[in-house]
């Protein structure tokens, strides 16, 4: 069976998607392209031979569309997201699964409704072959159980527009499903701390943050988000255990050798470093459409992740106090 699959947003992020569905993946075809910019949508679409529609609302209804890629902005992600539930579809949805945890609630109700979990959220950190490892590593119980989570989110640069808020909804938020993916339990608190901020930000920008994170279990996790660093997109990692660590490689292909030291090149972007994360991601979500199947992460994980998320600001706008996160009891639709 071959997925017919429509994305709405033909931003950058929505157009590497089209990239990997049709050079790098098998059992889907492109049939349809949506973005409010109608010329970008028919740019995006065209090399594929697919339809364009200036809203996403033809691409949903569609009948030539089995499943649904979102890669818009975050605070727009929830209407359409119910929208596809409502038709029945299954959807890949970029992260944020919504920016607020009220939006988050919603989507679950409509899709409990449905009788049916028809949404992944794009958290392709969970297809990561380093991090897979880790969570098999502790598992396996052979270290004991889990104390610390250190992690790193290095970027060389932002733009302009990036604010000190998307640092933790933009950024963090991928630690925070990682560490719960990770751990296999809720995150519980969560604080901010400011550090001495760079000279290399933008004015507007605090940076460095470092998000501080309890679990449900007791694990401190501290997340270093650090987004003017210049020399690399580096992800960083190390889980420790009772009697043992475990942490992330450097994700090096070659090391060169000479009168510099012995180095190795580094990652300048997230599609660089996780380019093999997100096609395992989206195959794995293909093959189980086929199947009609729900795989990857869920709306819970999305709402989870939203809560954390909000508790951080709260903590960023507040001194950095420690927060509470607030979660409903999880429904058993998601156990």
């Known amino acids: 069976m071959t997925i017919r699959i429509g994305l709405i947003g033909a931003g950058g992020m929505g157009r590497a998607h089209l990239t990997r569905i049709h050079d790098d993946l098998s059992g889907a075809v492109i049939t349809a392209v949506a973005d409010i910019n109608l010329e970008a949508a028919k740019s995006a679409a065209e090399p594929y031979g697919a339809k364009a529609y200036g809203t996403s609302d033809e691409l949903i209804n569609d009948p030539e569309v089995d499943a ?6 975050g605070k727009v992600h929830a209407p359409d997201v119910i929208k596809v539930i409502e038709a029945g579809k299954y959807v890949l949805c970029e992260k944020p699964l919504a920016t607020t945890v ?16 028809l949404v ?3 958290f392709m950190r969970r297809f990561d072959t380093g991090y897979n490892e880790m969570k098999q590593i502790l598992d396996a119980g ?7 989570v250190h992690c790193r989110h290095r970027n060389p640069s932002v733009s302009e527009n990036y604010t000190t808020r998307n640092m933790i909804d933009d950024t963090a938020i991928h630690e925070i499903d990682i560490c719960r993916y990770l751990l296999g339990e809720e995150i519980v608190s969560v604080r901010v701390d400011t550090p001495r901020a760079t000279s290399h930000r933008f004015a507007h920008l605090q940076d460095p943050l470092v998000l501080v994170a309890k679990t449900e279990s007791g694990v401190l996790i501290d997340d270093e988000v650090n987004v003017n ?15 043992g660590t475990v942490r992330l490689g450097d994700q090096e292909t070659v090391h ?11 990652c300048q972007s997230h599609i660089d470093r996780f380019q093999a994360a997100f096609n395992r991601e989206f195959q794995s979500w293909i093959n189980a459409v086929a199947r009609d199947e729900h795989t990857g992460s869920s709306s819970w ?3 989870a992740a939203t809560a954390v998320v909000d ?3 709260d903590s960023l706008d507040n001194g950095g106090r420690e927060v509470a996160v607030s979660l409903i009891d999880k429904p058993a639709f998601y156990a």
């Open 301 to 303: 994980d999305g709402y």
């Open 229 to 243: 660093l210049h020399f690399a997109y580096s992800i960083e990692c190390e889980l420790v255990m009772e009697t």
């Open 68 to 73: 649904v890629v979102i890669a818009t902005f």
């Open 311 to 313: 508790a951080g600001l």
């Open 120 to 122: 992944t959220v794009g």
């Open 256 to 266: 060169i050798r000479d009168g510099f030291g012995n180095r190795n090149a580094m």
């Open 102 to 117: 009220e939006d988050c609630l919603r989507i679950m109700e409509a899709e409990q409704e449905a009788g049916k979990k």
């Open 142 to 148: 052979e270290h004991g159980y889990a104390t610390l």
